[in-house]
């Protein structure tokens, strides 16, 4: 994870398909981050005007671990929708590369210099 004390405002999502189209035709500000799960794609861009890159952290017992990172902003739909899906099977689940901080996700309330 590039930015590792940006904090993120989470949307909870239950349906994979449209958080695939949410990740690839929507161009989201540094601070967003998705749950699905028990799993948070965090933006990890650097900006706005790049390729959308997320981290992947796993929410497991009581400890978010980053398993992953993905540029999910040159994938297509479709191929993101089937990275998210091998994600939720627990594909990613032993690549940890370490624990994340858990001031990094709010749910309410959020404003930063990145969406003010």
């Given at each position: 994870m590039l930015h590792k004390n940006r904090v993120r405002n989470i949307k909870c999502m239950n349906d994979v398909n449209e958080l695939a189209k949410e990740l690839t035709q929507i161009t989201w500000v540094g601070c967003q981050g998705f749950k699905i799960k028990n799993y948070y794609l965090l933006n990890d861009s650097t900006s706005e005007d790049s390729a959308q890159e997320y981290t992947i952290v796993w929410a497991t017992k009581g400890v978010l671990l980053e398993i992953e990172s993905v540029t999910i902003g040159w994938m297509s739909t479709d191929s993101a929708e089937?990275?998210?899906?091998?994600?939720?099977?627990?594909k990613y689940n032993n690549h940890i590369y370490r624990v994340c901080n858990k001031k990094i996700l709010e749910t309410e309330n959020h404003k930063c210099a990145l969406c003010a």
């Amino acid at each position: 994870m590039l930015h590792k004390n940006r904090v993120r405002n989470i949307k909870c999502m239950n349906d994979v398909n449209e958080l695939a189209k949410e990740l690839t035709q929507i161009t989201w500000v540094g601070c967003q981050g998705f749950k699905i799960k028990n799993y948070y794609l965090l933006n990890d861009s650097t900006s706005e005007d790049s390729a959308q890159e997320y981290t992947i952290v796993w929410a497991t017992k009581g400890v978010l671990l980053e398993i992953e990172s993905v540029t999910i902003g040159w994938m297509s739909t479709d191929s993101a929708e089937k990275f998210l899906r091998e994600m939720l099977n627990g594909k990613y689940n032993n690549h940890i590369y370490r624990v994340c901080n858990k001031k990094i996700l709010e749910t309410e309330n959020h404003k930063c210099a990145l969406c003010a």
